[in-house]
């Protein structure tokens, strides 16, 4: 309780911004149901509303409430488990578009960041914005020749400034707003608001430093340089730090329009093939994916090419996560209920739901998504709904990247409605054999198994020393002849050399393979 009214005291002004959103959106109903509204008079306010538009009142306040909120509804739309569809479609709308700011308001920590005018940093610099969000403002500018090739493009990603406090402020009261929630409410108890308060928390702070940004898009660079379809901004690092982000700037087409991608010479459906192949690979092979890839993320290349923008969001698969996906999307493909089964099995363990009702679920899944074209997002949507009618919830990690995968469906649907994409998933079944056979694969298991082998070999003399040891104390032995311990000590490097020779074999024929 002291704590509460610590923080409240401490951000009662955006406290009072918050009330008096809600108030205006008519979230009185809402505040209600998780227990954070107690008196009637707000019911009473909202009693003539429409309750089918609680959601878009919903999302209209968070976007009014600016970033923090806008991230916490975009969390809460990969949800499915928990939020019924007309919640979870009318949060995927939230967008951060903002009113642009005057290069003047943002000059100071421009030319603080750059540590001279950006007139000077740069051989031009527009100062009318090319594009604008609650977080961030975006500036094209070009290279000195002596910096890079004369002419190239970059583009400057600006924090907008005091946007920092703001969103610590936000954090604090979202922390204190689900507390109280779940103490006052059984409902909200199985959104698990602590997990996802961590999970806003991490997203959102670390969207805020753009050098996190910086590294994603080196990182899925390095991970697509065998694949030059895939395009990946280049980051300027001479010029970005956490409040600034300097890169190439890419001109191309969003991926919403099939006719207007043809009209410039690009084929949707070699963009649909890409992309799937793409995303599957982040996902199964690279184990590390673009998490929001919607039409304003993504650009449409000449050559039939795809660049990846804004890496704020990067998921990452663990090794045990990405073998239970593939598992998941081979059994799928294969129309395998036991096989899907198993893995939803591991996926809802903790739940109440019955190894007979997975088994169902499993079974229902493969005849309905299974042998044909395969839409991605009515089968998650299928499986979500299960989950809901069960009350399981799914691991956090899941849920990001059912969205990703959801998210990028849907794009491809758009530019080339016929896409299927159980093709594209028997093509990266094929790409994940590959990269288990490769070296780069069993590289750093062998390495391991070597030091294991080598830390056997040099104890081996001691441990047959101290095998005999034991032999003799429990059973007496003749007494050994008076060279019995070279004996010993020669066996040993026998036996030491011989394991170390047989994994050297082994490592050299896996690499081989």
Known sequence: ????????????????????????????????????????????????????????????????????????????ATRSDLLPPEWTSELEQLHSQAPTLAFADLRAAVEEALGEPPETAFATFDPEPLAAASMAQVHCATLHAEEGAQGTEVVLKIRRPGIRPRVEADLRLIAQLAAIAESASAEMKRFQPAALLQQLTEAILEELDFTIEGRNADRLRADFTRNPKIVV???????????????????????????????AGIDPHAIASLGADAVLDMVLVNGRFHGDPHPGNLLCLTGNRIALLDCGMIGHVSPRRREELIDFVQALANGNP?????????????????????????????????????????????FMALMRSERMTM?????????????????????????????????SSMRILQARLSPDHWQPNVQALLREVGRIGDDAPRLLRSAVQKL???????????DYGPAIASAGRWIAGAIVVGAGVIAAALLWV
């Open 338 to 382: 036991k096989g899907l089964a198993d893995v939803l099995a591991i996926w809802s363990a903790g739940s109440d739901a019955s190894p007979d009702k997975v088994q169902l679920a499993a079974e229902r899944l493969v005849q309905r998504h299974s042998g044909g074209r395969l839409v991605l997002s009515e089968m998650v949507a299928d």
């Open 472 to 482: 003799e104390a429990d059973r007496p032995l003749p007494p050994p002849p008076p």
């Open 1 to 76: 309780m002291i704590k509460t009214i610590a923080v409240a005291h401490r951000d009662r002004e955006r406290l009072r911004e918050i009330v008096q959103v809600a108030s205006r959106f008519g979230l009185g109903v809402l505040l209600a149901r998780f227990g954070l509204e107690r008196s009637g008079k707000a019911r009473e306010a909202d009693a003539d509303s429409d309750p089918d538009s609680l959601p878009r009142r919903t999302r209209l306040a968070l976007e009014a409430l600016g970033p923090t909120f806008i991230k916490l509804g975009q969390i809460l």
């Open 233 to 263: 901004p280049r980051i300027h690092w001479g010029w970005s730090s956490e409040t600034l982000l300097v890169m190439d700037y890419v001109e191309g087409i969003a991926p919403r329009d099939g006719v207007r991608l043809r009209a």
């Open 395 to 427: 691991p956090p990690d899941l849920l990001l990247i059912f969205k990703a995968l959801v998210t990028l469906d849907g794009v491809l649907l758009q530019i080339a409605p016929d896409f299927d994409l159980s093709e594209a998933m028997r093509r």
